[in-house]
């Protein structure tokens, strides 16, 4: 159930519960950052706290506040949150922990969380476990500690699951303004999609940071992605769990490449929801959206007065979806105009040091750079530090910065190689201009690739992500089986017979026609075991080889021939992001080479395609050195019959895999498959 935190978040009143040193750094927050509201301390003995005049209880406050600080024991904040909800407070921030966090190391915590909970009602609480919140626009702050912000007038609303990584973002010294920052708790409550829909809605805030530990209910995180694009505010996640650790082992090959990690980075992808891999590419990419919004394509431009420069922005894009495109004749015409012939032309520009100090020159030259077919041109300037030297030398380039920004319209960004090099107060002058000030090249490269990739996708046109609970209590399907079920939904398969003994088997491989392959039955990794024999070109071979295998049960099949590479697909259930299909290389190279690419089901076929072209084998499907290539027109509709399995199927199925899906010219055959589903 949804609640409103408008009143919490946007508050008009403020309570404080509690006397001890976090509740007097909440008033002492709020008053420095001149709250209009009034503040109203709780405490039963005390007269006063932290100099204003104390209320004995919440019965006589002058009226239910807005948003309250809880500051008292796990036992108290249970207490004061049932007075809140009951005298209609507008939402509380619960700072104690102890709750469901505290789950290991004391047994009352989940029953003291299911008490907060039915204690707080429709009232909307923060936490518990939780920081609070700093509203920079309205100076309205539940949060115990000091920070690094001011008030603002638009800005970036960030969501944190670490109160710690909190304060630090508060510190930035990289000109990003700050409109929220919010510490989610254990989100007994509310979620951070939740507290994300109600930032997006206040029309002040221009886009959204999540730092994202786990998603928790996938549904709601898939309605803040449609909200947010409704508004047409980028979101941009720094999720955690990249880590190998993260991944769980199991029977198949797709649940090891899917993992928890792959299942959240398909999430986000799904959605259009760039993922940075540092603080830094985080907060310079919520900048860039500040203020230019999500760019129109990965193509941008840079311009340096150092060949140095020049050679490392082209560097720092190499392995980043950006490019930089050559320049055009207009462009050259214009450029050659400003530079003269001495300086060569071309895309990243060393416009060397003859036009510094002159502002006009320096305006034009930029300018010229700054076509319309780019999203985004950065100008790279490194300001000296103000305590050793004298910057004034280097004016010359904000205004220039800023007249070519008003003069082309264009997307313009001045980046500093070092993030040091770029002083605060010179990076609001810029962000005053509409320019965006990037602290740091590779920071600077990340935000644009991440900015182009912000809004690429209309959740709206996606279909509702298919729902997936815990694992099931689940056995695996005999491959013959397994195909059967498959095939009855499209997939194709091999012609093929089973046997119970080695003459049945050899019998089995006359009916079908040689050459076969064998396997043998109730075997998890065939290969490794021994029970797998291909190319088999008579019935002698397939007794022979069937005596020596491992099993008493055997799978017999055509030999499919003419192969132009194989592929993995599968699907694995992924209790915290839904049911995750995998791409991947298929075969002895699903190990070798680790390359794969995932998608939440239901996928589109375009999705396909595109997660297909993400391959490193997908030049070997085009047809490598005149080979012929794949029919991909086969293997989506393939791995389109396994979605359809899948959503089928969903309340009891666990796993799918087909490894290896035999991808030749003429169609996409299913050589092996498992099937791990509930069976009862």
Known sequence: MSRDLGRLLRP???????????????????RKMGFQGPIWPVHPTASEVAGLPAFANLADLPGPPDATFIGVNRHAT???????????????????????????????GPELQRQLLAAAGEMAILGPNCYGFINY???????????????????????????NIAINLTMQMRGLPLAYIVAAGNQAQTGISGIGMALLDDPRVTALGLHIEGFGDVAAFEALARHAARLHKPIVALKVGRSEQARAATISHTASLAGGDAGAAALLARFGIPRLASLPEFLETLKLLHVAGPLASNRIASISCSGGEASLAADTAVGRNVVFPALNAVQKADLRAALGPMVALANPLDYHTYIWRDTGAMTDAWAAMMDPSLALTLLVVDFPRADRCDPSD?????????????????????????????????????????VVPLCGLAEAIAAAEAAAFAGSVEPDDLPPLLAAGGARVAGVLAEADAKARLAAFGVRVPRSARADSPDAAAAAAVGIGFPVVLKGEGIAHKTEAGAVRLNLLDAGAVRDAAAAMPCESFLIEEMVTGIVAELLVGVVRDPAHGFVLTLAAGGVLTELLQDSASLLVPARAVDIEAALDRLKIARLLAGYRGQPGADRAAIVS???????YVIAHARTLDEIEINPLLCGPDGAIAADALIREDLR
């Open 78 to 108: 249970i207490e004061t949150v049932r007075v809140l909800a009951t005298m209609g407070a507008g939402g509380a921030v619960c700072f104690a922990s102890g709750f469901l966090e505290a789950e290991a190391e004391d047994a009352q």
């Open 638 to 644: 393939a791995v389109l019959a396994v979605q359809d």
């Open 394 to 434: 280097w004016d010359c380039t904000i205004g220039a910065a800023l007249a070519a920004k008003a003069r082309t319209g264009a997307n313009v960004a001045m980046v500093a190689s070092l993030p040091e090099l770029m002083p605060e107060a010179v990076a609001a002058r810029l962000i005053a201009g509409g």
């Open 137 to 163: 626009l309205d100076g309205a702050l539940l949060w115990p500690d000091q920070h690094g912000g001011e008030r603002v007038g638009a800005g970036v609303a960030l969501v944190m699951q670490s109160s």
């Open 12 to 30: 008009n009143s403020i309570a404080v519960i509690g006397g001890g040193a976090w509740c007097r750094q909440v008033i002492a927050q709020c």
